[in-house]
């Protein structure tokens, strides 16, 4: 199994210096990985750092917690588009979720899908699985399905757990074929790389990457 094109290289440590960002840009250029996943403020800099290669330069919005407003989130994701972004994975409103007031949820991812598609780019929805029922986990799959969005994603991995097995498949059954899922958070080896994608993932978030390619 080729693992690089599978893998988000992330760095979103709020302590990330540039040097550090700079450093996980060679390796995903050494690696040839699908993006480089990082804060909003660095989309810029990665951006420019990855013109003439196939990498894709990636970045959250409303992360980690996802409460910030759906303004908020539109503004963030267009200022990201416009500094370089490729693809977008923006945290739903979990509170919203969990109250089930679908409308509210729907209607958040569906404003940040549609600005990231109006420029032709990706948009993964983070659910943030530690957090929900397996019920709920199903119901914001769906959500995501409606609202056209790009990919289901598990966690941020500033939760209380990542990314886990059950929760792929569980993820995957509801989506099939449809949309992506991406699994990222706590995938620290090959053999969890793996697994998440005999499960159903079709990317992975991971700050482990090079570990995980090396498979050691």
Do not use: C
Not at 10 to 22: C, Q, R, Y
Not at 90 to 109: C, H, P, Q, T, W
Request: aromatic share 4%.
């Amino acid at each position: 199994m080729r693992l690089n094109k599978y893998i988000d290289h992330t760095l979103l440590s709020p302590e990330a210096t540039k040097k550090e960002v700079d450093h996980v840009i060679k390796e995903a250029k050494e690696n040839d990985f699908a993006s480089v996943m990082i804060n909003p403020y660095w989309v810029k800099h990665t951006h420019d750092e990855l013109l003439g290669t196939d990498i894709q330069t990636a970045t959250v919005i409303g992360f980690p917690l996802g409460a910030n407003t759906t303004e908020i989130k539109v503004a963030e994701t267009r200022k990201a588009l416009l500094d370089g972004a490729d693809e977008i994975d923006m945290v739903l409103n979990i509170g919203e979720l969990k109250g089930n007031d679908l409308d509210a949820v729907e209607s958040d991812i569906k404003s940040v899908v549609n600005a990231g598609h109006a420029e032709n780019k990706i948009v993964k929805v983070i659910i943030e699985t530690a957090l929900l029922t397996d019920d709920e986990k199903v119901t914001a799959a769906e959500l995501v399905m409606k609202a056209n969005a790009d990919f289901v994603k598990t966690s941020t991995g500033f939760s209380t757990s990542g990314a886990k097995v059950e929760d792929v498949k569980l993820l995957k059954e509801t989506v099939g074929n449809k949309i992506g899922v991406k699994a990222s958070g706590g995938i620290h080896s090959k053999e969890e790389a793996e697994a998440m994608i005999n499960a159903g993932a079709t990317r992975l978030g991971t700050s482990a990457s090079i570990k995980i390619v090396n498979g050691r």
